[in-house]
């Protein structure tokens, strides 16, 4: 089955500043990569997702890189903010809601 | 609009209890989950339905069953608890795109932690 890895585990970033995460996937076959976003006692929601035949994908301050060849993908937040502080997951699939999440990161944006 | 609504949102039992977790949505999705979150491993597939009257297994389905009721209720049975399945366990649904192809998101209830002691 498929093996998704991520890193780091904890991220603290100054307000302002950039967080970057990072996950690698073993099953060449996925090809659907989403990223999600859990706030204390709630739920995981989705916040961008990109597809095996994209390599880019931006929605405002997150952004998402995919790299099929070296199968790692990389969810990047610039300009911070304190609302910004949740665990995020990556995940991978072969374009189901079976998905293969990462372990998880949490990130902190200190004021 | 609930969304994914799930019931009992905690629940202590003994080893060996059984109890069932119910969820249900309201956006006519065709596929509904079980996913178990436990710390420092995400979250993992436990049984889905990818549609009304069919059910799979997913990841880590031992010591588990599902019923697809209908198109809004997917239900998660433990016949007989074990400490092991202390974890919070997520219900979520997914609907199709314009053709017909997975849409691509995931709807999470808020979860419900059980403890087995």
């Known amino acids: 089955g498929e093996n998704v890895e991520q890193h780091p585990s904890t991220l603290s970033v100054q307000e302002g500043d950039s967080a970057v995460i990072k996950c690698t996937y073993s099953?060449?076959?996925?090809?659907?990569f989403p990223w999600y976003k859990q706030e204390l006692g709630k739920g995981p929601q989705l916040i961008i997702d990109?597809?095996?035949?994209?390599g880019e994908k931006k929605d405002q301050r997150i952004a998402v890189t995919l790299n099929k060849t070296a199968k790692h993908f990389s969810l990047h937040i610039t300009e911070t903010q304190p609302e910004d502080s949740a665990v995020y997951f990556c995940?991978?699939?072969?374009?189901?809601?079976?998905?293969?999440f990462g372990a998880g990161t949490t990130v902190t944006v200190r004021a | 609009n609930a969304g994914v609504t799930q019931t009992p949102k905690f629940q202590v039992l003994k080893t060996g209890q059984s109890m069932t977790l119910q969820c249900a949505q309201d956006?006519?999705?065709?596929?509904m989950y079980w996913y178990r979150q436990d710390p420092g491993m995400g979250l993992r597939l436990i049984y889905y339905?990818?549609?009304?009257?069919?059910?799979d297994k997913g990841e880590v389905p031992n010591g588990y069953n599902v019923s697809r009721l209908n198109k809004r209720e997917f239900s998660l049975r433990l016949e007989s608890a074990a400490p092991s399945q202390t974890s919070v366990y997520f219900c979520?649904?997914?609907?199709?795109?314009?053709?017909?192809?997975?849409?691509?998101?995931?709807?999470f209830g808020e979860g419900s932690r059980l403890t087995v002691l």
């Open positions: 099953d060449s076959a996925s090809n659907y």
């Open positions: 995940a991978a699939s072969k374009n189901s809601g079976k998905l293969s």
């Open positions: 956006m006519n999705h065709n596929s």
């Open positions: 990109i597809r095996s035949n994209v």
């Open positions: 339905s990818a549609s009304e009257g069919t059910t």
């Open positions: 979520a649904s997914s609907g199709r795109g314009t053709r017909g192809a997975y849409a691509g998101e995931l709807f």
